[in-house]
């Protein structure tokens, strides 16, 4: 009960304080008047009366005081008066309050920015149950220096045989074609074993998922979908539960859609399968085999101790199986959240949180160093206050509760600014670089933590001013004359050291982003011989069975491209192996005459005569084929022009045989094997972007089936318009085609060769523009206090007549020393740290005089800047104000 | 806040007001002139420690206040003793009888 009563008394006096404190005056009142009464019973005249009640009761506003202190609660009043009381003193210096609370936002929301995709990406990237034990493993060869799968004979074993596994279940890759009334459309699916679903304790938002019963040989064939699939395909559709589609020809029902952050192995539907020791997916390719195993490790196994358990299981396997087990291999296994995100783009991550971290310290030291300024000139305040008897602790409270308000307010800027720099992040994150299951965003860890920083940041700043105050003695305020900056030079040295160490940040930062900035554009800017916006791509998924030779093949093609080439936008269409400016297959090229060489150096495209007024790429020598070349799959090949200059040098390359060994153990290559040069064409892209080309040689595509293909179409007109027509006419030759990855090369271009540096520079870039407002801030707050501490000297040297340059010059020559420092130190730790960049940057030297150079005056503009407004200050001192000031 | 001798004091000025309340309910200047009464003019409460006295034991919740009308019909602030507050009253005076034996046993030593 006193427990409840206390409670009552607390809330009455913090939100009834008013009816209290009536309430108070009314009993102190009736008090006095009683007293009054008593006396003037007691013979008192009444005046006499009055007076001697007065001094029973010793101050009406006295005892109240007496009262109020005694209350429940009364430490909170306090510290409310000490909040408002903030709140004026802020509000009064507008200017400081807003500089201090930007650079404070942005110090915590970049913290808690690069602290949430850390979390989201690094520290919990899975939502799945016991995620931290989910564990997959590979078969490793150290002398073929690959990792890869294995087969079903081996899961099953696996499976049954290991001890240090809690559960494993298998996913297969295979491609899907979906074929509805408008089309089919491909998509990558998971055949996996039913207990995908329990392992990983996901259930799904829609339905049910795949079962034991779904997976029985016989049982009706079912799926389940991807929130991804089901937003682009069904629009959010709740009814799709229980109907029917035809995938891979085959009619199946829908029976559950997976929530949004169930993304296992990145498919977009799953397909039940009962893996078996015969198990045999039927698909294309020895890949649509290879099972991907995962499982959750027993609780406190390590991946190596599992390692040991399933390389014992796995041995008996050589013998059976040499080629997925060779002489020596090796199991590995690995945790899915050490595979989450590659070891660049963790690396990248750490360092930006150390970057940011030093950020947030900077943007501390900078806002202590404001308030240390601030409270130089608040010195008579501080004086006059404790000299009326404020006790220290109770100034340095005060204090403290100035920066804890500035904090609280920054924390909560600082977090909207984190919000939207999340957004951007995530809008620009290379793909494939984190996994999809991963959530960024503001998470309740994340808030936390900004909650942390700021609490650190109120000790950092606060405590610094603070200190300072504790010496504010009133007598030594009063009476010192002589205090100037040399007064506390181990502190002004380590305020200038930070504004040096602030600009040697800004330096490094500014040369990395302009380094990078400068490879994007160089990239940008490759000449790939064709507008890469104008020319569409399109790879082709063809059915299984019905087009396995390449006359089947190029019966298809033919028939698409003619329906194509009629459209008056497309200036040439083209069969095609491969789309620059990669390309994938590497042979050896033998010349007749010539000793073989050993390594498959030359790029080959299999292709039509359509292909080089497609990219453009202009003949040198000889001629290229026909269409009739194509159609009788003449044996005839056009090289590049490097191919001739490493192969013939000055010879003439036309007419001389060449053959490719490497594609003679196909079926349907042609058994003369000799085939003849017809041409040779300028050299295109086929290494990537950033090297030069390698030989390359181009052949008729109807020579074999085996590679996959696709089209290819340069354009005049809007290329996403050709794109729907080229699903139209594929679609109208046969449904049951689908077209696979599409765009145009300009977007392969972006997806593959410019998100990362672009990532890598907007990041760059905040944080340049974060250094550089620190810079500024940094400088400003110093130069301040050097002023505000020098004000006496400064009023002395105006009296004694200098001129307005010489005080300008004074206090710019100090701040012109510790920025002209910082740039030192920051261009000499560029030199060296740059190089760490090396591999993300081309077309520029890593210690480009140009950027250097540029952004040694940027920093050095910002920081004269912040250094005049402080410097105008000092001129506009009054020597009278100022001597009178002591 | 207050060292250890106004504690005492402190200690004190509770179980005499405790006490004062025990008979009636009355207004402060009533428990003040009852205290000098009852203590034979020994203590004498001036209002500066009274009323923060009476305020804290209100929030404590071992008296509870009323405006009443005074002898002379003037509205006064009248205090009577809650249960908590007999409860008090109790341990305050078995506290003050050990203190009081103890510290005459300690003058009674040579």
């Known amino acids: 009960m006193p427990l409840f009563v206390k409670a009552r008394s607390f809330l009455r006096n913090l939100f009834l304080s008013r009816r209290v404190e009536i309430d108070l005056d009314q009993e102190v009142h009736s008090h006095l ?41 009364n430490w909170l009043h306090s510290v409310l008066s000490d909040c408002r009381f903030a709140l004026r003193q802020l509000r009064k210096s507008l200017a400081f309050a807003v500089t201090a609370v930007l650079t404070l936002a942005l110090g915590i929301g970049s913290t808690t920015a690069i602290f949430s995709l850390i979390n989201g990406a690094l520290l919990n990237p899975y939502p799945y149950k016991n995620a931290e034990r989910l564990a997959t493993f590979v078969v490793f060869s150290a002398e073929q220096f690959r990792a890869w799968r ?5 899961f099953v074993d696996f499976k049954q045989q290991n001890h240090t596994f809690d559960d494993m279940f298998g996913l297969v890759y295979r491609k899907v074609h979906f074929t509805r009334s408008n089309g089919t459309e491909e998509f990558t ?31 009706p064939p079912v799926f389940v979908i991807s929130f991804r699939l089901w937003t682009s395909l069904f629009h959010r559709d709740r009814n799709i539960l229980g109907t029917t589609h035809t995938l891979n020809a085959t009619r199946m029902t829908l029976v559950g859609v997976m929530p949004p952050r169930f993304q296992i192995g990145d498919f977009e539907l799953w397909l039940p399968l009962n893996i078996t020791k015969n198990t045999f997916i039927p698909g294309a390719g020895i890949q649509s085999n290879e099972i991907w195993t995962v499982g959750h490790l027993k609780s406190g196994v390590s991946p190596e101790t599992a390692a040991a358990d399933l390389q014992l299981i796995a041995a008996p396997f050589q013998k059976d199986d040499p080629i997925y087990f060779p002489p020596h291999f090796r199991i590995v296994v690995n945790t899915l959240d050490s595979q989450a995100v590659g070891r660049d783009f963790k690396f990248g991550l750490f360092a930006l949180m150390v970057g940011v971290t030093m950020l947030l310290l900077i943007a501390c030291s900078n806002v202590a160093n404001l308030l240390l300024a ?104 009063h009476t010192s004359v002589g205090k100037g900056v040399s007064a506390d030079s181990r502190q002004g040295n380590l305020r200038n050291s930070l504004v040096v160490a602030e600009v040697a940040l800004s330096i490094v930062l500014s040369i990395s982003s302009g380094l990078i900035m400068r490879s994007l554009f160089a990239l940008q800017n490759v000449n790939l011989g064709f507008n890469p916006s104008k020319v569409v791509y399109a790879d082709i998924s063809l059915p299984e069975g019905q087009y396995d030779t390449a006359r089947q093949k190029h019966f298809l093609f033919r028939e698409v491209l003619n329906r194509i080439t009629r459209f008056p936008s497309v200036l040439a269409a083209t069969e095609t192996t491969n789309f620059p400016p990669y390309t994938f297959g590497w042979t050896t090229v033998a010349i007749s005459g010539q000793t073989p060489p050993q390594n498959r150096n ?213 701040g012109l020393r510790l920025i002209l420092t910082g740039i030192l130190i920051g261009l000499f730790a560029s030199y060296f740290l740059t190089r760490l960049l090396s591999s993300q940057i081309w077309g520029v030297s890593t210690t480009d005089l140009s950027t250097f150079a540029t952004m040694a005056s940027l920093a050095l503009f910002v920081g004269s800047l912040a250094c005049l407004v402080p410097a105008r200050r000092a001129t506009l001192v009054e020597p009278i104000v100022a001597l009178r000031h002591e | 806040m207050n060292s250890a001798p106004t504690t005492l004091l ?73 249960k908590a507050g007999r409860k008090q009253l109790e341990v305050e005076t078995k506290r003050w009888g050990r203190i009081s034996w103890a510290i005459a046993q300690a003058l009674e030593a040579p």
Request: contains cysteine.
């Open chain 1, 374 to 477: 601030r409270a130089t000139t608040r010195e008579r305040e501080f004086g006059i206050r404790s000299a009326l008897g404020a006790g220290r602790l109770r100034l340095i409270r005060q204090l403290l509760i100035e920066s804890f308000l500035l904090a609280i307010t920054s924390c909560a800027l600082g977090c909207l600014f984190a919000y939207l720099g999340l957004k951007t992040m995530v809008a620009v994150i290379p793909p494939d670089t984190i996994p999809p299951e991963a959530a960024i965003r503001l998470s309740p860890a994340v808030l936390l933590f900004s909650l942390c920083a700021t609490i650190i940041t109120t000790v950092i700043c606060g405590l610094v001013p603070a200190l300072y105050a504790h010496h504010a003695n009133p007598q030594v305020t």
């Open chain 2, 10 to 82: 402190q200690g004190t000025l509770d179980l005499l007001i405790l006490k004062s309340l025990v008979a009636s309910e009355i207004h402060g200047l009533g428990i003040s002139r009852r205290i000098q009464q009852i203590t034979g003019g020994t203590f004498v409460v001036k209002p500066g420690s009274l009323f923060p006295a009476l305020h804290r034991m209100e929030e404590e919740g071992w008296i509870s206040s009323f405006w009443g009308d005074s002898e002379n019909n003037r509205r006064a602030k009248y205090y009577r003793l809650t």
């Open chain 1, 602 to 814: 030359t790029a080959s495209i299999f292709c039509t005569e359509g292909y080089f007024q497609t990219v453009g790429l202009p003949l040198l020598r000889g001629a290229l084929f026909s269409q009739n070349d194509v159609d009788a799959a003449h044996r005839l090949v056009v090289v590049n022009h490097t191919f001739v200059r490493d192969r013939f040098g000055e010879e003439n390359p036309i007419g001389r045989q060449v053959r490719f060994s490497d594609y003679e153990t196909w079926p349907d290559w042609p058994r003369d094997p000799y085939f003849e040069i017809v041409g040779v064409v300028a050299d295109a892209k086929n290494a990537g972007l950033q090297d030069p080309p390698r030989p390359e040689v181009y052949l008729p595509g109807t020579l074999a089936g085996a590679p996959p293909r696709g089209l290819m179409i340069s354009t005049t007109g809007n290329p996403h318009a050709i794109l729907e027509r080229v699903r139209s006419e594929v679609s109208a030759v046969d449904p049951n085609v689908a077209i696979g990855e599409a765009g145009t090369i300009a977007t392969r271009l972006d997806h593959y060769y410019f998100a990362r540096p672009r990532f890598l520079l907007i990041t760059l870039c905040t944080f340049t523009a974060v250094a550089f407002l620190l810079v500024a801030v940094g400088v400003f707050s110093v130069i301040s206090y050097t002023v505000a501490a020098q004000t006496h000297e400064i009023g002395i040297r105006i009296a004694l007549g200098a001129r307005t340059t010489q005080i300008l010059s004074l206090v710019v020559k100090r």
């Open chain 1, 189 to 219: 699916a998971g055949s996996v074993t039913p207990d995908t679903f329990a392992s990983l304790g996901i259930q799904p938002l829609l339905g049910r998922p795949l079962t034991d019963e779904d997976a029985r040989p016989g049982a």
């Open chain 1, 150 to 154: 294995f087969p079903a004979t081996a």
């Open chain 1, 33 to 73: 008047s009683m007293l009054v009464e008593e006396n003037t019973r007691g013979g008192m005249s009444p005046k006499e009366a009055q007076r001697a009640a007065w001094i029973e009761l010793g101050g009406i506003e006295q005892v109240k005081e007496q009262v109020r202190e005694q209350r429940i609660g």
